[in-house]
């Protein structure tokens, strides 16, 4: 499940690679949604966000982006696509509902 943030995310993310290229565009936004997919059978295969230090907000990396996502009882939930040089503390907010 994605959350409407890391929905926009990805379409920020999509937008700007798009100025210099929509193919390379498509192509980042299909591997960041491939890895997001791919969390629901191996939730712990990513590694532990050290910004937040909790065992259920987990991160995989894709290029230079961070797919940031929570870990529930029934669902995984993508509260998060961001670069990787962009501060965490503007999600602090996404993670803890």
């Not at 491939?34 to 050290?50: C, L, Y």
């Not at 940031?68 to 996404?94: D, F, M, T, W």
Request: net charge negative.
């Amino acid at each position: 499940m994605w959350s409407p943030e890391a929905v926009e995310d990805i379409e920020s993310i999509a937008d700007y690679i798009a100025r210099d290229s929509e193919g390379y565009a498509s192509a980042v936004v299909t591997k960041i949604v491939e890895v997001a997919r791919s969390v629901k059978d191996f939730p712990f295969i990513g590694r532990m966000v050290p910004e937040f230090e909790q065992k259920e907000i987990r991160e995989r990396f894709i290029y230079s982006y961070r797919v940031i996502y929570k870990i529930k009882e029934q669902e995984i939930l993508i509260v998060a696509v961001i670069h990787g040089n962009r501060l965490l503390e503007n999600i602090s907010k996404r993670v803890e509902s």
